[in-house]
T-cell receptor, first 111, second 110 residues
Framework: DTAVSQTPKYLVTQMGNDKSIKCEQN?????MYWYKQDSKKFLKIMFS???????INETVPNRFSPKSPDKAHLNLHINSLELGDSAVYFC??????????FGPGTRLTVT | EDQVTQSPEALRLQEGESSSLNCSYT??????LFWYRQDPGKGPEFLFT???AGEEKEKERLKATLTKKESFLHITAPKPEDSATYLC???????????FGKGTMLLVSP
C-alpha cells in the first residue's frame, strides 16, 4: 500500500496555464505539507496543513493555492504558470509534526 | 534563522570503504534532527530522528549520531545499493517545520 501518493507524476504545460497536483496519504496523519525541490535539489517548505487548517505559508507567490478537503488529502493549485515554477513538488505527511513521510514527487515542466 | 550545512557535497567510495557524512546545524532550540535518503526520481525516505546530544541510532550499515552542533551519518562497509543523496533536516520546536540541508550525494562503486 502506498503511504503518500501524488498525481500526476509528470506534468508538462505551457506558461500561463493553470494546473493542479493531488496528494493523498493513508497513514492517518494529521499534518500535510507541500515542498518544492529546485534544480539544485534543495528542498524547501511551501505550505503546511494541520487538520485541514493552514498553519504554515512560506513566502510563496499567491498564484499557488493549497486546498485540503479532508485530513487525508492536500491538493496544490497553481495559476498562471511561469517558467520559474518548473521543479519537483513533493507532498509529505506527519503525525503531530514529527518525522515526515514523503510522496514520490511531481515533476512540473513549464515551457 | 535555522541553518543546516551538509558536507561533503559529494562522496565517492569503494564498496566496503567506511566513511561519515556531516550535518552541521544552527537552530534556536532543537526539537529533532532527521536523516533522509533520496534516490534519483523518488521522494525522500525517512531514516532516523535524533532528539538529544549523545543519542545514536542504527539501521543496517548506517549509524547516526548527534552532538550539540552537528550530526554524523556513519556508513560502515557500504554497498552499491547505499548510493543515494542523504539529506539532513532540523526542527526547532514542535510548531516549526523542517529546515533541510542541500544533501550529500553518495556513490559507492563495486
Amino acid at each position: 500500500d502506498t503511504a503518500v501518493s501524488q498525481t500526476p507524476k509528470y506534468l508538462v504545460t505551457q506558461m500561463g496555464n493553470d494546473k493542479s497536483i493531488k496528494c493523498e496519504q493513508n497513514l492517518g496523519h494529521d499534518t500535510m505539507y507541500w515542498y518544492k525541490q529546485d534544480s539544485k535539489k534543495f528542498l524547501k517548505i511551501m505550505f503546511s496543513y494541520n487538520n485541514k487548517e493552514l498553519i504554515i505559508n512560506e513566502t510563496v507567490p499567491n498564484r499557488f493555492s493549497p486546498k485540503s478537503p479532508d485530513k487525508a488529502h492536500l491538493n496544490l493549485h497553481i495559476n498562471s504558470l511561469e517558467l520559474g515554477d518548473s521543479a519537483v513538488y513533493f507532498c509529505a505527511s506527519s503525525h503531530s509534526r514529527g518525522e515526515q513521510y514523503f510522496g514520490p514527487g511531481t515533476r512540473l515542466t513549464v515551457t | 534563522e535555522d541553518q543546516v550545512t551538509q558536507s561533503p557535497e559529494a562522496l565517492r567510495l569503494q564498496e566496503g570503504e567506511s566513511s561519515s557524512l556531516n550535518c552541521s546545524y544552527t537552530v534556536s532550540g532543537l526539537r529533532g534532527l532527521f536523516w533522509y535518503r533520496q534516490d534519483p526520481g523518488k521522494g525522500p525516505e525517512f531514516l532516523f530522528t535524533l532528539y538529544s546530544a549523545g543519542e545514536e541510532k542504527e539501521k543496517e550499515r548506517l549509524k547516526a549520531t548527534l552532538t550539540k552542533k552537528e550530526s554524523f551519518l556513519h556508513i560502515t562497509a557500504p554497498k552499491p545499493e547505499d548510493s543515494a543523496t542523504y539529506l539532513c533536516a532540523v526542527q526547532a520546536d514542535r510548531y516549526s517545520t523542517l529546515t533541510f540541508g542541500k544533501g550529500t550525494m553518495l556513490l559507492v562503486s563495486p
